[in-house]
């Protein structure tokens, strides 16, 4: 077994499997794109932005009779919505990419520092599907080993000894 703060193990730096270098600061319009992101973000999934929503459409149907429900009054709905839309896309996969880099180097941080756990997990998200395919019917393998006695006193006596074992107190 491997110690969970083991110095001899060389993991690559997960930010850079990710195309982010830690010594330079990100370019200003960047950072500025990222706060706008962040912010149109939370505003969109916010009740204030639903609410408004909601009273764009009901205003855009009211003045219906107005218009005489004629095209340009759809086209106005219609135009507005895909404009928004289109333009929320990219910004919410901002925001999603984003949070998704951060939870993987939250799990890889939590593997590399589980004893038990396999370090080949470590950057999994960059695998080839054939290669994913293949670690979950291993990993199917022993959850189906593990609902059957088949296996289970080793099973047992592998998690007795991980408990028993010293670890570090850093």
């Not at 077994?1 to 997960?14: C, G, K, L, Q, T």
């Not at 370019?27 to 609410?51: C, K, L, N, Q």
Request: aromatic residues 6%; hydrophobic residues 45%; charged residues 25%.
């Amino acid at each position: 077994m491997r110690e969970a703060n083991d110095s001899s193990r060389v993991r690559p730096d997960a930010a850079d499997r990710h195309g982010t270098d830690r010594a330079s600061a990100p370019h200003p319009v960047t950072r500025a794109f990222e706060r706008f992101a962040s912010g149109v973000t939370a505003w969109a999934g916010s009740p204030i932005a639903f609410g408004s929503a909601v009273a764009v459409t009901l205003l855009w149907l009211v003045s219906g009779p107005l218009f005489h429900y004629s095209d340009a009054w759809q086209l106005v709905i219609n135009t507005g919505t895909t404009i928004i839309t289109f333009l929320m896309v990219f910004l919410l996969q901002r925001n999603q990419n984003r949070d998704s880099v951060a939870l993987h180097l939250k799990l890889d941080e939590l593997v590399a520092a589980t004893r038990s756990a396999s370090d080949r997990l470590i950057g999994i998200e960059d695998a080839s599907e054939e290669e994913l395919n293949q670690l979950a019917q291993a990993y199917m393998k022993l959850a189906k080993r593990a609902g059957t006695r088949e296996g289970l006193e080793e099973d047992c006596a592998r998690v007795r000894d991980m408990a028993d074992a010293p670890r570090d107190a850093s």
